[in-house]
């Protein structure tokens, strides 16, 4: 019975969130029939990491620890997980769809002469399938897909759609041999970011400021607010646009698609392309003074109100609270 | 430089999505065809690059007769040629075959320094077609970029990444998917938009490229249906109008006890 390869993706020595969720996702999908969980971990100086992974499902663990795997690459990593796929013969090949792993998840795909289901909010197996649910058209439909006769289909997880569940168990640890291959793109450096900041994408609760707020100035109360709450700052089109903050903070059509537990949509009148990067949203919160305002559609809880009002009262409550336990 | 672009034609991005009669597909009716915003930013970037430098620009979509359309919008915002492979019907989605039918076009033209496309392709969403074509035409990519820089047979790419800003270096040809930031598309001319209805485009089928579209559709992935979202609603609205600190309260104590998401 083929099971399972998961792609672990870590950053900085630590596994990714994202990564536990689409691990823990199949070691769900497996269990009723024992089928394998084969988790490949790809990097420099990661081995340490691995043990771990038997913890949310993986029966075993291949590791790629070399130098030339410092930095993720997709030539290189795609080689990696093939090498993987290769000793394994999956049914599918899952990660989650972040940043890198949508990058690598084309490359990989048409290595492998299969196709790809992309940011999925719902997979399961079926005898002969892999079928997944995925918003489409910007998640004003869901289309249920399937790999056709893709073998093994290569599946990428929507961040913080699954949930993580820890197990009591153990993985075997063994290290993956990966041919040589050309490197032609490669990275020459990486310029951080303004360290301690979430990133919007991964985030579980993300507080989002758009043209309502005024002034770029007013964004720090929804920063206060995303600081009290532990949350990543988001923001409209519009405010990107006029210059107040960075594409990287954007939520929407044309910048990332976010699904955390939380989102409060702070002065954003819910245009359909901001809808469609925050909608699949577990709860979501509108501030806005105009009742009318398409968001509130959207919402669960929702406040008629002026923001710039409303959010320091918020953050107040919130920070005591907190701090109430 | 010779630039490619690939282009993709999807339904406007205000379009009311409702479903079709055949229950894996939207209902066409009405529906307004441009192209994918973020080939938009690719076309621009390599217009740019031609008329900094010197260069051709080679347009090319896959799929039904609405894509000249598309085709002839990229040649009125500067793409000198356009190119059609027509069919697309039954890979719809299916971005395997979509870059398998791409790749060999690409490879049957020839010549190209630089192959453009979107970072995503609205719609299908998959993000996906721009590294698959890459990989069948045994070529780098680089994928979300936001600024290029020629020189030495190199480009010098940004892209971000979770966490910040990568910088990666690729010999030429290569294939590069547009982020927004990389530019301000500009609006055709009228002057564009009148040589571009005389233009000619160049038409291959499927089978011209030496595939068949029918084996290509069922290797990849196959949309069995598709649905609307539940429609939300009955979300519960408090009026901060008044008393905007008592709203405030309300609402934490709401997410915290009820919702329990704080
Ligand atoms: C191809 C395309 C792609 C796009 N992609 C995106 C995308 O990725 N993301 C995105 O966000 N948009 C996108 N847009 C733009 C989108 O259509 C909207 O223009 C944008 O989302 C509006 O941003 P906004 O809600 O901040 O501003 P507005 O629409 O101007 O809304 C401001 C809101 O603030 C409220 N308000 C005003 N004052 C206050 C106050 N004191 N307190 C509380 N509320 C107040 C108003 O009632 C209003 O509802 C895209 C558009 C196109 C055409
Ligand atoms: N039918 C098509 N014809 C031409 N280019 C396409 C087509 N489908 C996708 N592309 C290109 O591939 C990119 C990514 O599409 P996707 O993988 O569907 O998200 C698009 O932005 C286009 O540049």
New binding site residues.
């Given amino acids: 019975m083929a099971g399972i390869l998961c792609v672990i993706e870590q950053r900085d020595g630590t596994i990714r969130r994202a990564s536990l969720q689409a691990l823990s996702q199949a070691a769900r999908l497996t269990a009723p029939t024992g089928a394998a969980v084969t988790a490949v971990l790809v990097g420099h100086g990661v081995s340490g990491l691995a043990p771990s992974l038997g913890g949310y499902g993986a029966s075993r663990v291949l590791v790629a620890d070399e130098l030339r795997f410092a930095r993720y690459t997709p030539e290189a990593y795609a080689a990696a997980i093939q090498a993987a796929a290769a000793l394994v013969v999956p049914q599918a090949v899952f990660m989650s769809a972040t940043t890198v792993g949508r990058d690598l998840a084309g490359r990989l795909a048409a290595r492998l002469g299969v196709d790809c289901l992309a940011d999925v909010v719902k997979v399961w197996l079926e005898e002969d399938a892999v079928v997944a649910v995925r918003p489409v058209y910007s998640g004003k439909a869901l289309a249920t897909v399937d790999g056709g006769s893709s073998s093994p289909v290569v599946v990428t997880l929507r961040p913080n759609v699954f949930a993580v569940e820890p197990i009591a168990a153990a993985g075997t640890v063994e290290p993956l041999s990966v041919p040589e291959v050309a490197v032609r793109a490669v990275v020459r450096e990486v310029v951080a970011k303004e360290s301690g900041e979430l990133d919007v994408a991964e985030a579980d609760i993300v507080v989002s400021g ?5 002034a770029p100035e007013n964004l720090a109360l929804v920063r206060d607010l995303a600081h009290a709450m532990g949350a990543a700052v988001g ?5 990107v646009d006029a210059g107040w903050i960075d594409h990287a903070y ?6 990332k698609v976010v699904s955390p537990t939380l989102y409060l949509a ?9 809808l ?2 925050m909608s699949s949203s577990k709860i979501i919160v509108a ?4 009742p009318e ?1 398409p ?1 509130f559609k959207a919402a669960d809880y929702g406040i008629v ?4 009002q409303v959010l320091p009262a918020l953050t107040a409550e919130v920070k005591r609270l907190k701090a109430e336990g | 430089m010779r630039s490619c672009v690939l282009l993709a034609c999807v339904p406007d ?2 379009s009311v999505i409702k479903l079709g009669a055949a229950g894996n597909r939207i209902d066409e009716a009405g529906i307004k065809w441009v192209i994918s ?1 973020y080939d938009e930013f690719a076309l621009e970037e390599a217009v740019r690059i031609k008329e900094a430098g010197s260069g051709h620009v080679t347009v090319i979509s896959y799929g039904p007769d609405r894509v000249q359309a598309t085709l002839r919008d990229g040649l009125a915002r500067g793409a000198d040629a356009a190119v059609q492979v027509t069919g697309g019907e039954t890979t719809f989605g299916n971005a395997l075959a979509i870059a398998r039918v791409l790749a060999a076009a690409i490879r049957k033209l020839g010549g190209f320094d630089l192959v453009w496309a979107g970072v995503k392709g609205v719609g299908s969403d998959n993000s996906l077609v721009g590294a698959m074509v890459a990989e069948l035409c045994d070529l780098p990519h680089v994928s979300g970029v936001l600024k290029a820089e020629f020189g030495g047979g190199k480009v010098v790419a940004h892209r971000e990444v979770d966490g910040g800003m990568e910088v990666i270096e690729a010999p030429l040809p290569c294939v590069l998917t547009a982020q927004k930031g990389l530019n301000e598309p500009r609006y055709p001319s009228l002057k564009g938009i009148m040589a571009s209805k005389k233009a000619a485009i160049q038409t291959m089928s499927v089978a011209d490229l030496g595939l068949d579209e029918a084996a290509l559709a069922g290797a990849g992935c196959r949309w069995r249906s598709l649905a609307l979202p539940p429609a939300k609603g009955g979300g519960m609205i408090l009026n901060g109008e008044t008393d905007p600190a008592a709203a405030a309260r309300e609402l934490a104590r709401l997410l915290r006890e009820q919702a329990k998401v704080i």
């Fill in positions: 758009g043209r309502g707020m005024k923001a409209s089109r519009a405010i954007q939520v929407g059509q044309t910048g702070c002065g954003i009148s819910g245009a359909i392309q901001h469609a990067g501030i806005n003074k105009d305002a968001i109100g002026d923001a710039l | 991005t205000a915003p």
